[in-house]
């Protein structure tokens, strides 16, 4: 369908799709603007949210239960009427395959009945009155105050929402900065938000970090930081508040999660696994397999297969059938995957297929990497794109020294047969990430299950149950008997 333009105040939003503009030259296409925001207008949002909050005595932190849920379930009523329009945003804005972006919009919506139902649960649960030695307690759960939401340029609808939805039912207000790639398909929904919502309890601000969410974090107005994106930005907007101690974290941060390819595995199966993890979404996701480990005996027949696999996969614009690799949003990417290559290839590594590597304006094809050192940056970086090192290992105590050494934590794939082997390594995976996936790839999903990690990948952990529990807090209200 014709691509709408949305309009706001003054800054532009491009695709890296090329398009013919009006002069008739190829080059990114405009998509439409957002409101360029400064720091005043930055401050007068957190402003509304605060009194909206109006320190727990607003409307919406003492509305009921039923009512808070009430205006939920109409604002995802409304939501679903935007599917199309928001689905074709996220296709030209991220460069997200149709299926994919289909899928993250579905995703969202069902993690919004979900969390409804859980919040319903909880609230059974927790408002109850309890005895212990002769004090009577009235229990209750509730909101934490004023929460700032940033969530990443991969998910831009699904983890803004992971974050902004859990928050607004638990009855916190909140500002939220959509990601600078993956703004604009908010616009469709803003009047569900409005149509939904008192005022001042949902608030959106645009604009870049150091603008407008710095002076935010300054004011020390903000009660929890929750993001999704990379440690450099919640570090820096942590530092930015006057008083850390009293500030509540949700974090979601970077991974390298392996892969660990045993000799008695399934090498089809491990291969494709492998292709999906390190490559849907062209590796821009957290829970990608960032490093493959296979076991020396099999590794040139792996290798042989994964290479072949990946030249096979077809390159696209989004809405193309049977594309999975795409445009990358990010300007700036298709070169620094290319300085990646590079230096693995000056430190000893192969480009193990024949397209790795083949650059174009918006995208540069992966490559299979192999051997890779350990002193390469591509070893070192969560390269958050499309290129793949490969390591072999002749013991097993290899990759796991590796994976205690580094500073993330999230998820590993493991794949073999012998449950003998299996058991006892499972149980040591487990203790250094937090989902251990056995024969497939690593995943966030399905969002019932917890979304964490160990060290810098994770502070709390992302549910739809444990996201409710970490938007608030049990209070009670204690009385002796006389
Ligand atoms: O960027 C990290 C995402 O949480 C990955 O989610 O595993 O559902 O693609 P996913």
Same mark, same amino acid.
């Given at each position: 369908?014709?691509?709408?333009? &949305?309009?706001?105040?003054?800054?532009?939003?491009? @695709?890296?799709?090329?398009?013919?503009?009006?002069?008739?030259?190829?080059? *990114?296409?405009?998509?439409?603007?957002?409101?360029?925001?400064?720091?005043?207008?930055?401050?007068?949002?957190?402003?509304?949210?605060?009194?909206?909050?109006?320190?727990?005595?607003?409307? &919406? *932190?003492?509305?009921?239960?039923?009512?808070?849920?009430?205006?939920?379930?109409?604002?995802?009523?409304?939501? +679903?009427?935007?599917?199309?329009?928001?689905?074709?945003?996220?296709? &030209?804005?991220?460069?997200?395959?149709?299926?994919?972006?289909?899928?993250?919009?579905?995703?969202?919506?069902?993690?919004?009945?979900?969390?409804?139902?859980?919040?319903?649960?909880?609230?059974?649960?927790?408002?109850? #009155?309890?005895?212990?030695?002769?004090?009577?307690?009235?229990?209750?759960?509730? *909101?934490?105050?004023?929460?700032?939401?940033?969530?990443?340029?991969?998910?831009?609808?699904?983890?803004?929402?992971?974050?902004?939805?859990?928050?607004?039912?638990?009855?916190?207000?909140?500002?939220?900065?959509?990601?600078?790639?993956?703004?604009?398909?908010?616009?469709? %929904?803003?009047?569900?938000?409005?149509?939904?919502?008192?005022?001042?309890?949902?608030?959106?601000?645009?604009?870049?970090?150091?603008?407008?969410?710095?002076?935010?974090?300054?004011?020390?107005?903000?009660?929890?930081?929750?993001?999704?994106?990379? @440690?450099?930005?919640?570090?820096?907007?942590?530092?930015?508040? *006057?008083? +850390?101690?009293?500030?509540?974290?949700? %974090?979601?941060?970077?991974?390298?999660?392996?892969?660990?390819?045993?000799?008695?595995?399934?090498?089809?199966?491990?291969?494709?696994?492998?292709?999906?993890?390190?490559?849907?979404?062209?590796?821009?996701?957290?829970?990608?397999?960032?490093?493959?480990?296979?076991?020396?005996?099999?590794?040139?027949?792996?290798?042989?297969?994964?290479?072949?696999?990946?030249?096979?996969?077809?390159?696209?614009?989004? &809405?193309?059938?049977?594309?999975?690799?795409?445009?990358?949003?990010?300007?700036?990417?298709?070169?620094?995957?290319?300085?990646?290559?590079?230096?693995?290839?000056?430190?000893?590594?192969?480009?193990?297929?024949?397209?790795?590597?083949?650059?174009?304006?918006?995208?540069?094809?992966?490559?299979?990497?192999?051997?890779?050192?350990?002193?390469?940056?591509?070893?070192?970086?969560?390269?958050?794109? /499309?290129?793949? /090192?490969?390591?072999?290992?002749?013991?097993?105590?290899?990759? %796991?020294?590796?994976?205690?050494?580094?500073?993330?934590?999230?998820?590993?794939?493991?794949?073999?047969?012998?449950?003998?082997?299996?058991?006892?390594?499972?149980?040591?995976?487990? $203790?250094?990430?937090?989902?251990?996936?056995?024969?497939? @790839?690593?995943?966030?999903?399905?969002?019932?299950? /917890?979304?964490?990690?160990?060290?810098?990948?994770?502070?709390?952990?992302?549910?739809?149950?444990?996201?409710?529990?970490? #938007?608030?807090?049990?209070?009670?209200?204690?009385? +002796?008997? $006389?």
């Amino acid at each position: 369908g014709e691509l709408k333009k &949305w309009g706001g105040d003054h800054a532009e939003v491009y @695709s890296s799709i090329r398009t013919r503009n009006d002069r008739g030259e190829y080059g *990114p296409t405009l998509l439409g603007t957002v409101p360029n925001m400064d720091e005043t207008s930055a401050l007068e949002t957190l402003d509304a949210a605060c009194k909206a909050y109006d320190r727990g005595q607003g409307l &919406w *932190p003492t509305m009921k239960v039923v009512d808070r849920i009430a205006c939920m379930e109409k604002f995802v009523a409304q939501m +679903k009427s935007q599917r199309e329009e928001v689905v074709r945003l996220l296709m &030209w804005e991220i460069g997200k395959n149709l299926p994919d972006s289909q899928k993250e919009f579905d995703r969202t919506v069902e993690y919004i009945y979900d969390t409804i139902e859980d919040y319903k649960q909880l609230d059974r649960d927790s408002a109850r #009155f309890e005895k212990h030695g002769g004090v009577n307690a009235h229990i209750r759960r509730g *909101p934490l105050g004023v929460v700032l939401c940033m969530g990443p340029y991969n998910y831009p609808l699904n983890e803004t929402f992971a974050l902004l939805i859990p928050a607004l039912i638990m009855g916190n207000t909140v500002v939220f900065k959509p990601a600078k790639h993956g703004v604009l398909l908010l616009s469709p %929904l803003l009047e569900a938000f409005r149509n939904s919502f008192p005022e001042g309890v949902v608030n959106i601000v645009y604009g870049r970090g150091r603008v407008v969410a710095a002076p935010i974090m300054k004011t020390g107005k903000i009660d929890v930081l929750a993001l999704i994106g990379n @440690s450099k930005s919640a570090i820096a907007l942590q530092d930015q508040h *006057p008083n +850390k101690n009293r500030l509540r974290l949700v %974090l979601g941060l970077e991974a390298k999660n392996p892969a660990i390819v045993l000799p008695d595995a399934d090498l089809d199966l491990a291969v494709n696994e492998c292709i999906s993890g390190t490559l849907s979404f062209n590796g821009q996701r957290c829970t990608a397999l960032k490093v493959l480990y296979v076991h020396e005996d099999i590794v040139e027949e792996f290798n042989k297969r994964f290479a072949q696999r990946v030249d096979e996969l077809k390159f696209g614009n989004p &809405w193309e059938p049977g594309v999975m690799l795409t445009p990358l949003p990010e300007p700036g990417k298709p070169g620094y995957i290319r300085e990646l290559i590079d230096d693995a290839v000056r430190k000893g590594a192969k480009i193990m297929n024949k397209k790795g590597g083949e650059q174009t304006e918006n995208y540069i094809f992966p490559a299979v990497l192999y051997p890779v050192s350990k002193d390469a940056r591509v070893y070192e970086e969560e390269q958050f794109g /499309p290129v793949i /090192p490969v390591l072999s290992f002749k013991d097993i105590e290899e990759p %796991l020294n590796d994976m205690a050494e580094s500073n993330y934590g999230q998820q590993v794939s493991l794949f073999g047969q012998n449950i003998k082997t299996l058991a006892p390594l499972i149980d040591t995976l487990v $203790n250094l990430v937090c989902r251990v996936n056995l024969n497939s @790839s690593c995943q966030r999903g399905p969002d019932v299950y /917890p979304f964490t990690g160990r060290k810098d990948s994770a502070v709390s952990t992302l549910s739809v149950h444990d996201a409710l529990r970490s #938007f608030s807090v049990r209070t009670f209200v204690a009385s +002796k008997d $006389n």
